[in-house]
């Protein structure tokens, strides 16, 4: 069996490409932090059967400033395979912590890096990169050429992070790869990102347990995919015969108008009735005209996005609505 090892397995990503993973066989090592709650939501249809967790998948207590953990646990597992998902990933958050996003996002990706380049079996390396590091791009859409050009903390760490895995790559001959990864969501995305924020609230005004949704500026317009599919493309991308990087991205742009409006929609509800502007949730710089081309990964690893953004919304509001019933796990979808 190939095996891998994969950081934030306990998030979104993760916990797509831990399925990806052990559907393909894999023996899958997730390294995740110790926090006073032994919850893993998005891990619990794994986490309970008896034949997959401590058999196919293990869990290890590591933080991405622990290089001493991280190196142990790689030459404990020997992996094939690094899948390097973790880190501070709000990006308005890093605005507020930007000290501790660069410390996790940036230097933790470069430990990672000179670790795995001590090994002797050189195991393949996958970072998810992010289209912020584009930041305001002066041309759209975006390809892997397109110049970095971040504006925020987050996406600051994250091109550092992204040229030295292409450092890596072009001095010691190393098999790293980045995925620069558009905004991609799903109904394991976290609370405090927009889009759960909006299907959430929507569930929940409908049920008549909310009664506005206070948004920041409805204007600013991403490429929105899902999630799981991603996590497909990141496997695919190791898999190829040479390390490369590749933009994953839906190559369609939609305002956080258009979701809430979609999303309101389909619980036949009026968004401008529900939603109000606060300016507290207006970031100090936002990135504009992200517009993702994936046509290199559709080209070379017959990667393309499917989902397109009103089945994607309508996905997230009817999990969140049985969700809030109690009659479905967020592990479902």
């Not at 997730?30 to 293990?58: A, C, D, M």
């Not at 507020?96 to 990706?109: D, F, K, N, R, V």
């Amino acid at each position: 069996m190939r095996s891998a090892i994969i950081t934030g397995i306990t998030g979104q990503d993760g916990s797509y490409l831990c399925e990806v993973l052990l559907n393909k066989g894999y023996v899958v090592h997730g390294i995740v932090r110790r926090s006073s709650s032994l919850e893993r939501p998005r891990l619990l249809s794994q986490y309970n059967n008896t034949e997959i967790y401590g058999k196919r998948l293990f869990l290890h207590y590591a933080d991405l400033s622990d290089t001493t953990s991280i190196r142990r646990i790689i030459a404990q597992t020997k992996p094939d395979e690094f899948y390097h998902l973790a880190g501070q990933s709000h990006v308005g958050l890093s605005f507020e912590i930007p000290e501790s996003t660069c410390e996790l996002t940036a230097m933790g990706t470069l430990r990672i890096m000179e670790i795995l380049r001590d090994q002797p079996n050189n195991p393949k390396l996958l970072h998810a990169s992010s289209r912020e590091i584009f930041g305001t791009p002066k041309i759209s859409p975006q390809d892997e050429y397109t110049p970095q050009n971040p504006n925020s903390p987050y996406g600051c760490a994250k091109a550092f992070a992204t040229q030295m895995v292409r450092v890596y790559r072009e001095s010691h001959g190393s098999f790293f790869c980045n995925a620069i990864c558009y905004n991609h969501e799903s109904p394991r995305r976290a609370e405090n990102f927009v889009t759960r924020k909006i299907t959430l609230a929507v569930a929940r005004i409908k049920l008549g347990l909310q009664s506005k949704l206070m948004l920041g500026s409805v204007d600013s317009a991403r490429d929105w995919g899902y999630a799981k599919e991603y996590a497909e493309a990141m496997w695919l991308i190791l898999q190829h015969a040479s390390p490369d990087d590749y933009v994953l991205a839906t190559g369609t742009s939609h305002t956080v108008r258009e979701f809430a409006q979609i999303a309101f929609e389909h619980v036949g509800l009026d968004w401008q009735q529900h939603v109000e502007l606060d300016k507290r949730f207006v970031r100090p710089a936002d990135a504009a005209s992200l517009l993702g081309d994936a046509s290199k990964a559709e080209r070379i690893l017959g990667w393309k996005a499917k989902t397109h953004l009103h089945e994607l919304v309508r996905l997230m509001v009817d999990h969140d609505m049985k969700l809030l019933a109690g009659t479905q796990p967020m592990t479902d979808q």
